[in-house]
């Protein structure tokens, strides 16, 4: 289904909230929707690995990586097992890898940047909090929205034309 987050904004201002931190896009979907998951995990990616190996049809995996820069949540091998498990996209408040790859994979990938480097894996990590970014706060339920503009959170699924 096709859809603008400025026509979201719009249609329903009292109740969305929008993200005052300007995103890049890595995967090759730039417009993705669904109830959000939520991880967070600090210099290690084991626990981003675990719930992408689970379904995620109609989800949007949040990751908090405390605003780590030098290493990456996301690399081509994570960015498969979420497509391959039917995820909506993932949204990273945090770093990528392997550009190059990921932007020809069929995904919705939001995140501040890339980097060379990947995580430790030491299985540490929280599944189900809330993630605050971007003046907004992401929580496990509620529902996200992302296109070319910008992206949106909203407690309730909102109706797509």
């Given at each position: 289904k096709?859809f603008s987050t400025?026509?979201?904004?719009?249609k329903?201002?009292?109740?969305v909230?929008q993200g005052f931190?300007?995103m890049?896009s890595?995967g090759?979907?730039?417009s993705?929707?669904?109830?959000?998951?939520?991880v967070?995990?600090?210099d290690?990616?084991s626990?981003v690995?675990?719930?992408?190996?689970?379904?995620?049809?109609?989800?949007?995996?949040?990751?908090?990586?405390n605003?780590v820069t030098?290493?990456?949540?996301?690399?081509?091998e994570i960015?498969?097992r979420?497509?391959?498990n039917?995820?909506?996209g993932?949204?990273?408040?945090?770093y990528?890898?392997?550009a190059?790859?990921?932007?020809?994979?069929?995904?919705g990938i939001?995140a501040?940047?890339?980097?060379?480097?990947?995580?430790?894996k030491n299985?540490?990590?929280f599944f189900?909090?809330d993630?605050i970014?971007?003046g907004?706060?992401?929580?496990e339920?509620?529902?996200?929205?992302?296109d070319k503009n910008?992206?949106?959170v909203?407690?309730?699924r909102l109706?797509?034309?």
């Open positions: 096709m400025p026509d979201l904004k719009d329903y201002q009292k109740k909230f931190e300007s890049k890595f090759n979907i730039d993705f929707f669904g109830q959000i998951k939520t967070t995990c600090h290690d990616n626990k690995k675990e719930i992408l190996g689970t379904s995620g049809k109609g989800k949007v995996l949040v990751i908090n990586s605003s030098h290493a990456a949540m996301i690399g081509d960015a498969q979420a497509i391959d039917e995820w909506s993932v949204f990273i408040a945090g990528v890898r392997d190059e790859l990921i932007k020809q994979m069929n995904l939001l501040l940047g890339s980097t060379t480097t990947k995580t430790n299985n540490k990590g189900g909090e993630v970014f971007g907004v706060i992401l929580s339920g509620s529902w996200f929205y992302a910008g992206w949106l909203s407690k309730d109706e797509i034309d």
